[in-house]
């Protein structure tokens, strides 16, 4: 499928404004594209606003959907602030973050002239369909906007690479250790033992995140070997992290916001999945550059904070042999350092290694 590319913004006029909600973290906005981009084509006069947490406003403009972002980042707990809406109502509010009901009052709130949503108990002016439970992320969304007849390409999920930033390690593999809760990511000695055998096997490795998750890819990168400008975690913005993706040559992290990058490039990835199942938040079936490693198990918290025990049972030899098949075909895969443990819990971590914010809302209000 063609890349769109970056809408051009026009002036705003004084006409009717579309406000889609999807305040959360990368990945769910990655996952909302699509929607996203459907609106944009069905309300192609209307000025589209996209609420979501300021440090994502670059890569929503990139989706060539956005004319305008209204900076808001939706409280993981309590009750919401009002969004920051100015002027007069909007003709259209789409909610594409959550069931309600929170996310619906700060969307009547703005007393717009139609609001379309999943339904709910208090907010009977709220259209669409009932709330599925289960089914992708992505269908989710598509599929209430198919209600109200508009066509949705869930497969519509590319990005155009960042023009104005130069990749800070092109070609190389990016292993990404974090994630929003303790529960969706792999023990750090494993991403260690991954990272060391492609650097022993002669390919350039780094360690990527976010400044609160700093502290753990410097450890990771410790006990792998690696020197410390290969870690890039704290040192990169939004759009840095999108140009490190689109030029990598194999991404490997756990379910999180840069495997929806790597989706968007068509990055090679090897993607650890774990408590919540790939067909729900993975790449779309039939793209083999992904690799996607699950084991099924009993349902556990996503919030948890522990790791999930799905999440567990992907152990480092697997790794390395979906690794392996991506990188080389079905070339011997790098062999595994003597020093790493394997399919070991691993012990208590200290607090500076928690990531400060989630990259996705389990459960939306």
Same mark, same amino acid.
């Given at each position: ?5 970056? #809408? &051009?913004?026009?002036?705003? %006029? ?45 890569? *929503?403009?990139?989706? +060539? ?37 929170? %996310? ?16 709910? $108990? %208090?907010?009977? +002016? ?5 709330? /599925? ?6 269908? #989710?969304?598509? +599929? ?7 066509? *949705?390409? /869930? ?6 690479? /960042? ?16 994630? =929003? ?16 055998? @492609? ?7 780094? &360690? ?9 890819? !410097?450890? !990771? ?9 290969? &870690? ?6 939004? @759009? ?9 040559? @194999?991404? &490997? ?5 840069? =495997? ?8 090679? $990835? ?20 992904? *690799? ?15 790791? %999930? ?6 152990? !480092? #030899? ?5 690794? *392996? ?24 971590? $200290?607090?500076?290694? !928690? ?11």
């Amino acid at each position: 499928m063609a890349v769109t590319a970056p #809408r &051009v913004l026009r002036p705003q %006029s004084a006409g009717p404004r579309l406000l889609v909600l999807r305040a959360l973290g990368l990945g769910d906005l990655l996952a909302g594209v699509p929607a996203i981009r459907a609106l944009r084509r069905a309300f192609d006069r209307q000025w589209l606003v996209l609420a979501t947490p300021p440090a994502l406003a670059p890569l *929503a403009l990139l989706t +060539g959907a956005v004319d305008e972002v209204l900076p808001y980042s939706a409280p993981e707990t309590g009750p919401w602030p009002p969004l920051p809406w100015p002027g007069g109502p909007p003709d259209l509010a789409v909610n594409l973050h959550g069931r309600g009901p929170q %996310s619906h009052r700060a969307l009547l709130e703005l007393r717009p002239r139609r609001v379309w949503g999943f339904p709910h $108990s %208090s907010f009977p +002016g709220v259209s669409g369909p009932a709330w /599925p439970d289960a089914g992708h992320e992505v269908a #989710r969304w598509c +599929g209430l906007l198919a209600h109200h007849l508009v066509p *949705a390409d /869930p497969n519509d999920l590319s990005l155009p690479r /960042p023009a104005d930033r130069v990749p800070p390690r092109p070609g190389a593999i990016v292993i990404h250790p974090g994630a =929003g809760y303790e529960a969706r990511r792999w023990p750090p000695d494993r991403f260690a033992a991954i990272a060391a055998a @492609l650097r022993d096997a002669g390919h350039p490795v780094v &360690v990527s995140g976010g400044a609160a998750e700093r502290p753990l890819a !410097v450890a !990771v990168a410790d006990q792998a070997g690696l020197d410390r400008a290969d &870690v890039l975690a704290g040192r990169t913005d939004t @759009l840095d992290l999108a140009a490190l993706v689109a030029t990598a040559r @194999l991404v &490997v992290c756990g379910d999180t916001g840069v =495997g929806h990058l790597a989706t968007a490039y068509g990055t090679p $990835s090897v993607l650890l999945f774990g408590p919540v199942p790939p067909d729900e938040w993975g790449p779309p079936a039939g793209r083999r550059q992904h *690799a996607v490693l699950w084991h099924d198990a009993a349902p556990t918290d996503p919030r948890d904070s522990r790791p %999930s025990p799905a999440l567990l049972q992907i152990s !480092v #030899r697997e790794t390395l042999d979906a690794v *392996a098949t991506l990188l080389e075909g079905d070339a011997e895969p790098p062999a595994v350092a003597s020093r790493t443990a394997d399919d070991l819990v691993p012990g208590p971590r $200290s607090a500076d290694q !928690v990531p400060q914010t989630a990259d996705r809302a389990a459960a939306a209000p």
